[in-house]
């Protein structure tokens, strides 16, 4: 499965999502992309968005969006908050669908 972790989520995530293809919004050229252009982009190329940008889903109408996206939700987007998501994260990843949010949090 190809994921795209958004550019607020530390990079070193990556090595901890095992056996898929993970890519970071900087790394793919689209540092600074608004939301709605960034879902446009990774829809074309990833099949799950992974952010901490829990307002992501009020501001944007996912279902238009051939994409799945995850909400983590934890006490700041440092890799060690974020870490204890991981193992819920790859769990999800069989269930998630396009065009929605999950929410993954502590």
């Known amino acids: 499965m190809k994921l795209l972790l958004d550019e607020c989520i530390d990079r070193?995530?990556?090595r901890e999502l095992t056996d898929h293809e993970v890519k970071?919004?900087?790394q793919m050229g689209w540092?600074?992309?608004k939301n709605g252009q960034l879902l446009t982009?990774?829809?074309a190329a990833f099949d799950v968005f992974i952010t901490v940008d829990r307002n992501l889903s009020f501001q944007q109408n996912l279902?238009?969006?051939d994409i799945a996206?995850?909400?983590l939700?934890?006490?700041?987007?440092?890799?060690?908050?974020?870490?204890?998501?991981v193992p819920s994260v790859l769990a999800?990843?069989?269930t998630v669908v396009k065009g929605q949010a999950m929410v993954i949090g502590t």
């Open 41 to 43: 982009l990774a829809a």
């Open 31 to 33: 540092a600074g992309v």
């Open 24 to 26: 970071t919004v900087p």
């Open 63 to 65: 279902p238009q969006f």
């Open 92 to 94: 999800s990843l069989a």
């Open 12 to 14: 070193r995530l990556a």
């Open 73 to 85: 939700q934890a006490p700041s987007n440092r890799l060690a908050d974020l870490k204890p998501l």
């Open 69 to 71: 996206v995850i909400v």
